[in-house]
């Protein structure tokens, strides 16, 4: 299973980024995906995730009401709309699955195949 993140980029802040993942190596659809970040210094964390049903999304709180986790099954990619950007917003991106077809998890450890990163860069 491979993982493609992109969409990252410099942008100032109160502006808007979208970020892709494509899969490949296997049935897409089938299982959740994640996103994750990590800024300079600090530990991976959870931002988003999506069923692979595609009708249930998980959000961390620092993210809720500014960014939306979808899914395309058709293209096999998952993509995390971030709207309302803010210099804390600044991190690497990593979008992640799972080959268990289970609820999203919120910790790294619940995912086994990891996409390389996308730099995202929020202005003051």
């Known amino acids: 299973v491979q993982l493609q993140a992109s969409g990252g980029g410099l942008v100032q802040a109160g502006g808007s980024l979208r970020l892709s993942c494509a899969v490949s190596?296997?049935?897409?659809?089938?299982?959740?995906m994640g996103w994750f970040r990590q800024a300079p210094g600090k530990e991976r964390e959870f931002v988003a995730a999506?069923?692979?049903?595609?009708?249930?999304?998980y959000y961390a709180d620092s993210v809720k009401g500014r960014f939306t986790i979808s899914r395309d099954d058709a293209k096999n990619t998952v993509y995390l709309q971030m709207n309302s950007l803010r210099p804390e917003d600044t991190a690497v991106y990593y979008c992640?699955?799972?080959?268990?077809?289970?609820?999203?998890?919120?910790?790294?450890?619940?995912?086994?195949?990891w996409g390389q990163g996308t730099q995202v860069t929020v202005s003051s």
């Open positions: 190596g296997r049935t897409y659809s089938s299982y959740p």
């Open positions: 992640a699955t799972t080959q268990y077809r289970t609820a999203p998890a919120r910790v790294q450890s619940g995912y086994q195949y």
């Open positions: 999506i069923t692979w049903g595609g009708d249930s999304t």
